[in-house]
Antibody, heavy 120, light 110 residues
Framework: QVQLLESGPGLVKPSQTLSLTCTVS??????????WSWTRQPAGKGLEWIGR???????NYNPSLKSRVTISIDTSRKHFSLNLSSVTAADTAVYYC????????????WGQGTTVTVSS | QSVLTQPPSASGTPGQRVTISCSGS????????VAWYQHLPGAAPKLLIY???QRPSGVPDRFSGSTSGTSASLAISGLQSEDETDYSC???????????FGSGTKVTVL
């Protein structure tokens, strides 16, 4: 049973870079018909897709965040990461990592989510 | 502002059928598979429907999805108290080259 777990600072100062890691257990990042994604949800708002990464390292990002987002993957260490630069209070949200099964397609396995607050 | 539009709320009594709409465009719902996610408070979202109308194993057949043109809908029949939560539609958008979610609908069981 594949499980995902997000980790990283819960508090980030404005203008700094938000860095989160998603660790995969019970499976591998580079086998099967899967790719990996980040999504967030600000309090009281809907889900917002941040971006995705394939095992090859190829990425796609939300156009509204593209200039500030970098997603990377380390298949040997079984984790993928999110970096979001120049954060503001608007980036305060619960951040989720998820596995996407290309055959469906859909995000079929999610991490529990981690709350990140941007505040000085 | 979400690319996919959903009503903010929907409600029904136990046993009733509730339908949630999701309106998009030719670049998303009109040309790509639609998924629905159920989001319980304090928990991770759960894939409820994929490829317009397919249910992952373990999802009750009370939940059904359909798509017509640039609109999709999720129906919950035999509404139960544990169905009271948020639901979001989603699809890939070819114009944005990104995945888009609906604004979310909160279902209340009266």
């Amino acid at each position: 049973q594949v499980q995902l777990l997000e980790s990283g600072p819960g508090l980030v100062k404005p203008s700094q870079t938000l860095s989160l890691t998603c660790t995969v257990s019970g499976g591998s990042l580079n086998t099967g018909p899967y790719y990996w994604s980040w999504t967030r949800q600000p309090a009281g708002k809907g889900l917002e897709w941040i971006g995705r990464i394939y095992p090859s390292g190829s990425t796609n990002y939300n156009p509204s965040l593209k200039s500030r987002v970098t997603i990377s993957i380390d298949t040997s260490r079984k984790h993928f990461s999110l970096n979001l630069s120049s954060v503001t209070a608007a980036d305060t949200a619960v951040y989720y990592c998820a596995r996407v099964d290309r055959r469906l397609p859909g995000m079929d396995v999610w991490g529990q989510g981690t709350t990140v607050t941007v505040s000085s | 502002q979400s690319v996919l539009t959903q009503p903010p709320s929907a409600s029904g009594t136990p046993g009733q059928r509730v339908t949630i709409s999701c309106s998009g465009s030719s670049s998303n719902i009109g040309s790509n598979p639609v998924a629905w996610y159920q989001h319980l408070p304090g928990a991770a979202p759960k894939l409820l429907i994929y490829n317009h109308n397919q249910r992952p194993s373990g999802v009750p057949d009370r939940f059904s999805g359909s798509t017509s043109g640039t609109s999709a809908s999720l129906a919950i029949s035999g509404l139960q108290s544990e169905d009271e939560t948020d639901y979001s539609c989603a699809a890939w958008d070819d114009s944005l080259n990104g995945y888009v979610f609906g604004s979310g609908t909160k279902v209340t069981v009266l």
